[in-house]
């Protein structure tokens, strides 16, 4: 081969001599522009190869996991220098705020994106679809019917209709679409007659959103989009879900989060009836770090609704073990407590509830008045016997201590059964009475005594004395 380039590069050479010097000259640029147009198509070649897409799929309501992925997904995008960002949407919808905030994040986004609707995109779907540079859908498709509705379906007040119609039209122009099919996208009295009857609200098959400017194309595939978008051999990253991601999800459904606030309200019950056990306290504590850690990460628990929970915590043990009786510090802990708690599950930008359905609001309270009186249910009926059972055992000391190695212990003594004394210290519900001159260690049956109350003793259990109030005797 190298012999036959040489001897025609020879040849070139005998030809180019025997030229007139302008036919040599034209000859020389015509070789230039050949070389020329040789490397443009081979630097083109090679960036047509070196094109990246990074590809993720919306398939669960919107909500915070939705807007969780999309975040990191253009984070992802951006770090690793993408071209196209390509989105494959099945969703019937979700909540508005989070649509929002993934729209606004596509279209503050440099990168091109494109919408593969496979096989729905209702709703919050459709919004965001709209948001995208390019839609692309399969046979069979659907998008529209983004009217806002509360859980069961029913349709939400003129003030979030009118919210939404303005982030549809807004968004269609954003992307050169037509504002107006957008919006009948949400308002039923747009009028469209070739598209939708009377009364009713828009939703788009394949065929009529290509027909109308809507959608791009119908297609079967990415591979059939990346085609169209004319990226020849993309390299393609995909959205990896993590083991966090999964654990994240877990933890903030809803079923899951009343069985926390469950043990979180156990675990405080527990600690202040049974001074002295950690195990309950630890559990506590356990719980309200899965309750409030994902829902932190994902943007819905604030600083100030963890710091009114802990506030909560803090009044009541103040009322149970420092103010006596029960007051306005026990009342005030308690809502703060259940404020605090349900807050966290809703979003929302300090008190400003707008953007956030009323229904939400009121089904968070429900999960976290339900669990709490759930758990104060379970605590007062199984109490003794979780305390007593082998399991609780199992986590405390139960060493012997026995006399031959030196340990001593108080002798029960049956004959203080129903004595009279005198609370020489507050019990709450543990502390110091007096009965006979000589001091003992008692337990509160009733939860708190004052210091200075009469008292008898009830019974006598494992060494403990446990004592009720004197009631007064009244004089007629």
């Known amino acids: 081969m190298m012999i036959i380039l040489q001897s025609k590069w020879i040849n070139i050479k005998e030809q180019i001599k025997h030229m007139t010097l302008a036919s040599r000259t034209y000859y020389r640029y015509a070789l230039c522009t050949l070389v020329l147009f040789i490397a ?87 919004l ?14 659907s998008m529209g019917a983004a009217s806002v509705v509360n859980q069961q379906g029913e349709i939400m007040p003129e003030k979030y209709q009118s919210y939404m119609r303005g982030l549809m039209r807004a968004t269609a122009e954003a992307k050169g679409r037509d504002p107006k099919i957008a919006e009948a996208f949400v308002d039923p009295d747009v009028v469209l007659p070739e598209l939708k009857e009377p009364g009713k609200v828009l939703t788009l098959t394949t065929s009529e959103a290509i027909k109308v400017g809507m959608a791009t194309a119908e297609v079967s595939s990415t591979a059939e989009i990346l085609a169209q978008e004319d990226l020849n051999a993309p390299v393609v990253q995909r959205y990896q879900t993590t083991w966090v991601d999964k654990v994240i999800d877990f933890l903030i459904n809803p079923a899951v989060s009343g069985v926390l606030i469950l043990m979180i309200i156990g675990g405080i019950y527990f600690e202040m009836q049974t001074p002295g056990i950690g195990f309950a306290l630890v559990v506590a504590i356990i719980a309200a770090l899965l309750f409030f850690a994902p829902l932190y990460i994902q943007g819905l628990a604030d600083h100030w609704e963890i710091a009114l929970f802990v506030v909560g915590v803090i009044l009541l043990l103040l009322e149970v073990f420092v103010i006596p009786g029960f007051g306005v510090a026990g009342i005030l802990g308690i809502i703060a407590l259940v404020c605090g708690l349900a807050f966290s599950m809703v979003p929302n930008e300090r008190f400003n509830f707008s953007p956030v359905e009323p229904n939400q609001v009121m089904a968070s309270f429900i999960i976290v008045l339900a669990s709490t009186i759930g758990s104060i249910v379970l605590c007062v009926i199984f109490g003794k016997g979780i305390l007593k059972s082998r399991a609780f055992q199992r986590l405390v000391l139960a060493d012997e201590q026995q006399s031959g ?52 003793v009830e019974k006598h259990e494992n060494y403990n004395l446990f004592v009720r109030k004197k009631k007064e005797e009244k004089v007629y």
């Open 40 to 126: 443009m198509l081979t630097i083109a070649s090679a960036n047509r190869q070196a094109s990246k897409v990074y590809q993720f799929h919306i398939s669960e309501d919107i909500g915070p996991a939705a807007w969780r992925k999309t975040d990191r997904a253009f984070t992802e995008a951006k770090s690793a220098g993408v071209d196209l960002v390509l989105i494959e949407l099945n969703t019937y919808g979700g909540m508005m705020n989070y649509a929002d905030s993934i729209r606004t994040k596509i279209l503050n986004s440099s990168i091109k994106t494109v919408a593969f609707v496979n096989h729905n995109a209702a709703s919050a779907g459709a």
């Open 405 to 456: 190695m030196g340990y001593v212990s108080s002798v029960k003594n049956v004959d203080l059964i129903n004595k009279e004394g005198v609370a020489k210290t507050a019990l709450r519900p543990s502390g110091k009475i007096e009965i006979d001159g000589k001091w003992y260690d008692a337990i509160a049956l009733d939860g708190y005594i004052e210091k200075d109350a009469i008292i008898y």
């Open 128 to 141: 965001i679809a709209l948001a995208c540079d390019r839609i692309y859908m399969v046979k069979g498709a």
